[in-house]
């Protein structure tokens, strides 16, 4: 059966410092990888996506993420968090198992301290 | 600018109810989604369309009824057979089926019942 892991449900980071969300998968189908964020009360909003091209992505606001298949991790990075990276992340895994089913992870909630 | 828009942004549902969500696009995608949000569960998938005039339940389509008469709107009757309805509402379109289709939200529909 497929599945998505985020390993943390909350991440708080100071400003200026490096800024890790991890996300494991379970698959023995090659997947399509995404990462979304959510501002409260809004919609997903898409950061990056990885597709079976570059395993290093680079997405908006400065994030970026790395496919590694023998881990079967897609962990999200960012060097240096801003108090507007404040958010709830999410990992979004796409599998095509004769027909594509997409799979949500739980989230994690990203806090920045001042 | 291309979106999604859903509509009310807050709705307030007496017992015994049925109220309608709306969701329009104009990204001339041809999937829609809907999906319902509880806090620390992630993303759970109501009811999907890939095409006018059809659709197809999800993980949790008991109380819920859609319909996709046109390509731009796919709206959500959350009837009274729901029992516990109060949550925050997601829709979602992408342009197809596939690995390399995101998603597109719009920016929510919170439901409470007084």
């Known amino acids: 059966a497929q599945s998505v892991t985020q390993l943390d449900s909350h991440v708080s980071v100071s400003e200026g410092t490096p800024v890790l969300l991890r996300c494991n998968y379970s698959s023995s189908y090659s997947p399509s990888l995404f990462w979304y964020v959510q501002h409260p009360n809004k919609g997903l909003q898409l950061l990056l996506k990885y597709t079976s091209a570059a395993t290093l992505v680079k997405g908006i606001n400065g994030f970026e993420a790395e496919f590694k298949k023998s881990e079967t991790s897609f962990h999200l990075t960012k060097p240096s968090a801003h108090m507007s990276d404040a958010a709830e992340y999410f990992c979004?895994?796409?599998?095509?198992?004769?027909?594509?089913?997409?799979?949500f992870g739980a989230g994690t909630r990203l806090f920045v301290k001042a | 600018d291309g979106g999604i828009t859903q509509s009310p942004k807050y709705l307030f549902r007496k017992e015994g109810q049925n109220v309608t969500l709306s969701c329009e696009q104009n990204?001339?995608?041809?999937?829609m989604y809907w999906y319902r949000q509880d806090p620390g569960q992630g993303l759970r998938l109501i009811y999907y369309s890939q095409i006018v005039n059809d659709f197809q339940k999800g993980d949790i389509a008991e109380g819920y009824s859609v319909s996709r008469e046109k390509k731009e709107s796919f709206p959500l009757t959350v009837t009274s057979a729901q029992k516990n309805p109060t949550a925050f509402y997601l829709c979602a379109s992408s342009p197809g089926e596939g690995l390399d289709y995101g998603y597109t939200f719009g920016s929510g529909t919170r439901l409470t019942v007084v």
């Open positions: 990204l001339n995608h041809d999937a």
């Open positions: 979004v895994v796409i599998f095509n198992t004769g027909g594509f089913k997409t799979i």
